[in-house]
Nanobody, 124 residues
Framework: QVQLVESGGGLVQTGGSVRLTCAMS????????NEWYRQALGKERELVAK???????NYADAVKGRFTVSRDSAKNTVYLQMNSLKPEDTAVYYC??????????????????WGQGTQVTVSS
């Protein structure tokens, strides 16, 4: 079973920076994508950044140029570097992984796993 644990959230002032870490444990034969989502109070969860297994990245318009997603495959860890933070970035941030494992018969098992979330609060 794949488990994800986020860390690095906290309170930061407007204009500041925070780096979130998502540590993945368990067997993953192939990563299709790592994703960061966020959910602000009273709002729906939204995709913030995506990093494909091939290294392509996509960002929400609201964070382009300020956030950077990266992965250290040797450490099974994904990062979200957040710069020039704004109060509207305040949310619980979740990491997710879309991957494939294989059964003992060689059948692909597609899965998605989520972390528990970490709170980021940007003060004005």
């Amino acid at each position: 079973q794949v488990q994800l644990v986020e860390s690095g959230g906290g309170l930061v002032q407007t204009g500041g920076s925070v780096r979130l870490t998502c540590a993945m444990s368990g067997s993953i034969s192939r990563i299709n994508a790592n994703e960061w989502y966020r959910q602000a109070l009273g709002k729906e969860r939204e995709l913030v950044a995506k990093l494909t297994g091939g290294g392509d990245t996509n960002y929400a318009d609201a964070v382009k140029g300020r956030f950077t997603v990266s992965r250290d495959s040797a450490k099974n860890t994904v990062y979200l570097q957040m710069n020039s933070l704004k109060p509207e970035d305040t949310a619980v941030y979740y990491c997710a992984v879309d991957g494939i494992n294989y059964s003992i018969h060689g059948e692909p098992i597609v899965f998605r796993s989520w972390g528990q979330g970490t709170q980021v609060t940007v003060s004005s």
